[in-house]
């Protein structure tokens, strides 16, 4: 038996246009998934990612994390393509610095509002979406992809560091409400990870220091974050439900 077997599971990936979502999407399409290729803006990046997907079956779908409209129109579609939504992996998500003493009032605002709007709010709205579509079929995952700076602090990004842990407890509070319901629920939380939204941290010294907080000296490559998201939606891990999953190389270990 094949565990990670997804052999027509409808899947949707947010932010699957490059970085981790890409290779989640490919993961799942390997494995036999008809895989939904969100994206944002970079729709040549998504038909890229889209074109390279082993399989048949699967479609590019466009909206904004922060738009509530659109995020309900593009689950509308899926569901009216394909008939079903079986598993919904949240991996997009943005990081703004705005470290507080060099940050004006009005910068510091805004930034906070993007931030928890697109990593949070944005994921609550697709958990809803997706979560009456599976109510309704009886069936559904759901994975999402928070962040190893939920527990550690991010001390120039503190809107990142708690739309990560709101994504946590979120995802808690519905894997005890949703389980009834045959949908389970879990967290990936990485460390820095080889992907364009870590480069400019990945680079120089600084690279070296981030580096050599992992014992293995370095950091993540996308399929490593990839594997736990496959593996918390596959049959046999319904009674991981709720769980966070660090992905971070015993870069930092929490008890
Ligand atoms: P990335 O920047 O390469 O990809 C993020 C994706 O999210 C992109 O495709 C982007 O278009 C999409 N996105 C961002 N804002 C959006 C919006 N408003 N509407 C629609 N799509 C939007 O980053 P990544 O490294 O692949 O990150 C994927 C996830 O992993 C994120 O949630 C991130 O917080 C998390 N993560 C990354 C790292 C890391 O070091 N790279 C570490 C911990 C957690």
Known sequence: MNALDFTDKVVLVTGASRGIGREIARQFAEQGARVVVHYGRNHSAAQETLTAL???GHMTAQAD???SAALEQMVA???AHYGRLDVLINNAGIYEDHPLAETS???WQASW???IDVNLIGAANLCWLAGRQM???GYGRIVNVSSRGAFRGEPTGPAYGASKAGLNAMSQSLAKYLAPYNIFVGVVAPGFVETDMAAES???ESGAAIRS??????VARPEEIAYPVLFLASEGAEWLTGTIVDANGASYLRT
């Open 54 to 56: 082993p399989g048949s």
């Open 135 to 137: 109510i309704r079929q």
């Open 105 to 107: 009032y009005e910068a």
């Open 113 to 115: 509002q993007h931030v």
């Open 213 to 218: 907080q992992s014992p293995l000296n370095r």
């Open 202 to 204: 990945l680079k120089g």
């Open 65 to 67: 994390m922060a738009d």
């Open 77 to 79: 579609e899926v569901v």
